[in-house]
């Protein structure tokens, strides 16, 4: 789940491109600030983003067999998950670990409901024998950091929330499928970045007797793939 190669090269390129935006906007009359391949922002205030925008809606993937379903986590701030759960999970009477995932995008683009992000998890979670709870989290520049940090640890509480200790949580697929001695965190790029901020959080704060197995740090070598 690496490719440590590249990270180096994407970063720099993240930064040549946040120092870059200012001076070389293509036509800055009515742009405030531009980071390409990402956003550009108008003066008037309005975001526009140049990449990551495409959903596709949950479903049962033909191919893996694969059953994926969208679910809003705190209504207050429209934080939500899309849900995937293997078909190895019926009938099953051994528990399948659980998989956070937490999407890149520099913080600014991208989502779960992506083709590239679906088809990424579905796969995952059909090699895996695991459950997935693929993080909707919210984006700057609306939604400056650490907004992002904040809403994926909520997403991880909700999660900790259906453990034996943990109280609450009514989602079924996590209730009756997980077991919670095997949960992992993975994102790529900024989401590697949030899924590290997280976890050493876990290790931190009340977690309802989860303890995180994992950690797993992906570059985003299937970027450019759309
Ligand atoms: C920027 O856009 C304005 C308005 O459409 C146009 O008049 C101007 O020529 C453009 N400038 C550049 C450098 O493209
Ligand atoms: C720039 O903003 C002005 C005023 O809102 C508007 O009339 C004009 O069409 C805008 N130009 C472009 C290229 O969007
Ligand atoms: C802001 O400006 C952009 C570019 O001129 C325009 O496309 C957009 O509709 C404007 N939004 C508002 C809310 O005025
Ligand atoms: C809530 O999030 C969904 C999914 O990202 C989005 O389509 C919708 O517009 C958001 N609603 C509000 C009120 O922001």
């Not at 090269?9 to 036509?27: D, M, T, V």
């Not at 526009?48 to 495409?54: I, S």
């Not at 090699?127 to 400056?144: D, G, T």
């Not at 994926?152 to 200790?165: A, N, R």
């Amino acid at each position: 789940m690496s490719d440590n190669k590249r990270c180096p090269f994407f970063l720099f390129f993240i930064i040549f491109h946040l120092l870059a935006a200012q001076s070389f906007a293509a036509n800055s009359t009515n742009i405030s600030y531009e980071i390409e391949p990402f956003i550009r922002v108008y003066k008037n205030g309005t975001v526009e983003r140049l990449t990551g925008t495409d959903t596709v809606l949950p479903s049962l993937n033909p191919k893996s067999k694969v059953l994926s379903k969208d679910i809003i986590i705190e209504p207050s701030v429209n934080i939500s998950a899309r849900l995937y759960l293997p078909s190895s999970a019926a009938g099953r009477s051994r528990k399948l670990p659980l998989l956070v995932y937490i999407h890149g995008g520099a913080f600014f683009t991208s989502s779960p409901f992506t083709s590239i992000y679906h088809s990424y998890l579905n796969s995952v979670v059909a090699e895996a024998n695991a459950i997935s709870v693929s993080v909707n989290y919210r984006l700057a520049p609306e939604h400056p950091l650490p907004a992002a940090y904040e809403d994926s640890w909520l997403v991880l509480q909700w999660v900790f929330s259906h453990s034996k200790d943990g109280g609450g949580g009514t989602e079924a697929w996590l209730q009756n499928n997980v077991d919670f001695d095997r949960v992992y965190v993975s994102g790529d790029s900024a989401g590697g970045n949030i899924a590290h901020n997280v976890v050493v959080r876990a290790g931190l704060e009340e977690t309802g007797g989860v303890r995180i197995r994992g950690l797993f740090l992906n570059c985003p070598h299937f970027w450019g793939k759309e």
